[in-house]
């Protein structure tokens, strides 16, 4: 590696067109909107997802705007013979990928006295060993390749700051950002540059169905937390436009809003107000939860102030 290139890596996919991108949790929320505008840019896709049904109305979608899908099908990329054999087929008809974006991916809040074991496995078997299946499967045949790429692993702001009762998904965003930062140098010298995607607030689907342990999502305050949540989230599209920038710019951490690049910043910056922050945010949590236990189950014991 030349002197200049321990400074600067050229975006190895300064454009789209043309190029052969997979997208997993394709069929809806970011996944989607990527798809759609990556087709609109030119990309030949090779698109998944767990469910068969919103994957082939996509595919039909990007088709009838003029797009190319290469290739589909459906799958869950938790189970790693499946990504295995999908992997081989793809490389059989399709070729190796320019592009590699891990989408996929499903949420559960809660905290560890309401949290099971399912849960915390879930998070870590779909958001971080999901992509790290899809990493060895495709990435591999990009480094023999020798021309390059990119590799897209969408974490979160929970994979940046501490948000509350966030502790079974930050493993898996966590982790993923871990892997992420890891590969941005094991594979610079194979010009293969590395995004990693920290979305905050963003109105997708997974919003209306993440798992709240412990929390009545029915009760009315609840229910006005997740509207109030809807108001500030960025748009699919929004994020969808941000991926696809920072993929042709190179850039290793791509927010797709403000408030959660200023949230990392201030982090980094002033640990103390930072840690204030997150205990007033956490204490508010524990407030609703005190309001709206689930119905099946009796309220949060009553934390005394020597028991925090």
């Given at each position: 590696m030349s002197l200049k290139d321990l400074f600067y890596l050229a975006p190895p996919v300064r454009s789209l067109r043309d190029r052969k991108v997979l997208i997993t949790g394709a069929a809806s929320g970011i996944?989607?909107?990527?798809?759609?505008?990556?087709?609109?840019?030119?990309?030949?896709?090779?698109?998944?997802?767990?469910?068969?049904?919103?994957?082939?109305?996509?595919?039909?979608?990007?088709?009838?705007?003029?797009?190319?899908?290469?290739?589909?099908?459906?799958?869950?990329?938790?189970?790693?013979?499946?990504?295995?054999?999908?992997?081989?087929?793809?490389?059989?008809?399709?070729?190796?990928?320019?592009?590699?974006?891990?989408?996929?991916?499903?949420?559960?809040?809660?905290?560890?006295?309401?949290?099971?074991?399912?849960?915390?496995?879930?998070?870590?078997?779909?958001?971080?060993?999901?992509?790290?299946?899809?990493?060895?499967?495709?990435?591999?045949?990009?480094?023999?390749?020798?021309?390059?790429?990119?590799?897209?692993?969408?974490?979160?702001?929970?994979?940046?700051?501490?948000?509350?009762?966030?502790?079974?998904?930050s493993a898996s965003k966590f982790g993923l950002r871990g892997v992420s930062e890891v590969l941005r140098f094991d594979l610079r010298r194979h010009r293969i540059g590395v995004s990693l995607v920290c979305p905050g607030a963003v109105a997708t689907p997974l919003v209306n169905t993440v798992d709240i342990v412990g929390i009545d999502r029915d009760n009315e305050e609840v229910a006005a937390a997740i509207g109030g949540f809807h108001k500030m989230a960025a748009s699919p599209e929004k994020a969808a436009e941000a991926i696809i920038k920072g993929i042709t710019k190179n850039r290793f951490i791509v927010y797709t809003s403000f408030d959660i690049r200023f949230g990392y910043w201030w982090s980094r910056k002033f640990a103390f107000p930072y840690e204030v922050a997150m205990r007033i945010a956490n204490d508010e949590f524990t407030r609703l939860a005190r309001k709206a236990p689930p119905k099946s189950q009796p309220a949060l014991r009553q934390v005394k102030a020597s028991d925090a």
């Open positions: 996944g989607r909107a990527t798809a759609l505008a990556s087709a609109a840019q030119g990309a030949q896709l090779v698109v998944t997802d767990l469910h068969p049904e919103p994957l082939d109305e996509l595919v039909a979608e990007v088709g009838a705007a003029g797009g190319t899908v290469l290739y589909h099908q459906a799958g869950d990329v938790s189970d790693y013979d499946w990504v295995a054999r999908f992997a081989k087929t793809v490389d059989a008809e399709v070729g190796v990928m320019d592009v590699v974006m891990n989408i996929a991916g499903i949420s559960a809040w809660g905290t560890v006295e309401n949290l099971e074991h399912k849960h915390w496995k879930a998070m870590v078997d779909v958001n971080l060993m999901g992509p790290i299946h899809i990493i060895e499967c495709f990435v591999p045949q990009m480094v023999v390749r020798g021309k390059g790429g990119q590799l897209v692993n969408v974490s979160s702001a929970a994979g940046l700051i501490a948000l509350p009762w966030h502790a079974a998904y």
